[in-house]
T-cell receptor, first 110, second 115 residues
Framework: QKEVEQNSGPLSVPEGAIASLNCTYS??????FFWYRQYSGKSPELIMS????GDKEDGRFTAQLNKASQYVSLLIRDSQPSDSATYLC??????????FGTGTRLKVLA | DVKVTQSSRYLVKRTGEKVFLECVQD?????MFWYRQDPGLGLRLIYF???????EKGDIPEGYSVSREKKERFSLILESASTNQTSMYLC??????????????FGAGSRLTVL
């Protein structure tokens, strides 16, 4: 059974701090990795994708991938209350079937 | 931007009723998907389609069927709704990028309650 594991949280960080969200996956042939943000009652929206080992930065967001350790993370710098949401990690093995984690709830405290 | 539109935001149906959930995308994407999302279980794939009239079962197809008669439209059908199908239903579409990645874009979701 292919799995994607995330800590459900809530992860609470003060405003302005760095939030660190982590995800591990079981399928070694996984090729593409995604972070989606989902506000309560809304649908997921893509915020980051990463396909090769290392870091990828986009504004306040940095995705990190370590395929040897089967680990992907998302760092949010200068966290804002508007970042409070559930963050879903998703893994694609090159098929049509994404595997989603159950999400980490982030709370940024003003 | 790709727009994925789900026809109904909230529905309330009775057990045994037939339910249609419609999804339309406006960017000529090849692939379309139906997921359901339940607390603690995450997103689970019901069906997907990679071309007109083509459909493939996902992880939880039981009790559902789909129709894709046109490229832009993908419908989810509950032939006889049951209370355990109360859920948030999310439609998504995607295109294979030059990077080899298949990036999903979701609609707003349809929250179905079956009484």
């Amino acid at each position: 059974q292919k799995e994607v594991e995330q800590n459900s949280g809530p992860l609470s960080v003060p405003e302005g701090a760095i939030a660190s969200l982590n995800c591990t996956y079981s399928d070694r042939v996984s090729q593409s990795f995604f972070w989606y943000r989902q506000y309560s009652g809304k649908s997921p929206e893509l915020i980051m994708s990463i396909y090769s080992n290392g870091d990828k930065e986009d504004g306040r967001f940095t995705a990190q991938l370590n395929k040897a350790s089967q680990y992907v993370s998302l760092l949010i710098r200068d966290s804002q209350p508007s970042d409070s949401a559930t963050y879903l990690c998703a893994v694609d093995s090159g098929t049509y079937k994404y595997i989603f984690g159950t999400g980490t709830r982030l709370k940024v405290l003003a | 931007d790709v727009k994925v539109t789900q026809s109904s935001r909230y529905l309330v149906k009775r057990t045994g009723e037939k339910v249609f959930l419609e999804c339309v995308q406006d960017m000529d994407h090849e692939n379309m998907f139906w997921y359901r999302q339940d607390p603690g279980l995450g997103l689970r794939l019901i069906y997907f389609s990679y071309d007109v009239k083509m459909k493939e079962k996902g992880d939880i197809p039981e009790g559902y069927s789909v129709s894709r008669e046109k490229k832009e439209r993908f419908s989810l059908i509950l032939e006889s709704a049951s209370t355990n199908q109360t859920s948030m239903y999310l439609c998504a579409s995607s295109l294979w990028e030059s990077s080899g990645a298949n990036v999903l874009t979701f609609g707003a979701g349809s929250r179905l309650t079956v009484l």
